[in-house]
């Protein structure tokens, strides 16, 4: 794409730094005598380029703790950084700045109806807020023909396949070109031509623009993509 939107920071591939760092992490649920431990002295570090996968049990913590490296909980103790941005004790206007430097990919798609593909993945760029109408358009409809939707643009999700759904939700979160995505079971409602091509299309685009992955995951037929798999159970990351 011919895009004026800011890349990710190629120094840190050069550098091969971490762009996730996780020390010595806590989280609980609940307060009071409902509080309850979730997450367990959590330790991992990813850097930039690599597909990470997280595998694990229903209920081991997985989704958890994407959302605290996704800036979408705050994290109760430890350490968090996210592209050198500490989240621990973070303000929400800094957890929301870190926000704008994810892609998220989510298993349901999370398409707005009422929404064409086309203007469903203008909105990945409304949040950055440099950008006319009318380059918004023009990028989102760049991406589409990438991940082979050119003529679907102006259909609705009740329209579309499955893993067209999936499709427009990888475009939504990588038009803007961000350092980071963050994929929770992206291919759990599909069917396997499906899962592949989509966790295929994830690879392609994000070796392309640099970014790092991380994907949380039930499917092991898609475990191939990855540059190294981590397992969490009970609340504890258990391998690395």
Known sequence: MNSTLPKP???LQRENRAVISVRNLDHYFGKGQLKKQVLFDIN????????VL???PSGSGKTTLLTLVGGLRSPHSGSLK????????????????VRR???????????????????????????????STA???????????????????????EDLSGGQKQRVAIARALVSHPPIVLADEPTAALDSKSGREVVNLMQKLAKEQGCTILLVTHDNRILDIADRIVSMEDGRLISS
Not at 82 to 97: F, K, P, T, Y
Not at 105 to 114: D, G, K, M, T, V
Not at 139 to 157: F, H, K, Q, S, T
């Open 101 to 131: 430097q994810i892609g998220y990919i989510f298993q349901a798609h999370n398409l707005h109806r009422s929404l064409t593909a086309l203007q469903n993945v203008r909105m990945g760029l409304e949040m950055h807020g440099t950008l």
């Open 44 to 51: 991992l570090e990813i850097k930039s380029g690599e597909i």
């Open 9 to 11: 920071d190629l120094r």
């Open 54 to 56: 997280m595998t694990g």
């Open 82 to 97: 996210i592209l050198d941005q500490e989240l621990c004790g973070a303000s929400s206007g800094q957890l929301v700045m």
């Open 135 to 157: 380059q918004m358009l023009q990028y989102a409809a760049e991406i589409l023909e990438e991940v082979g939707l050119g003529d679907r643009m102006n259909y609705y999700p």
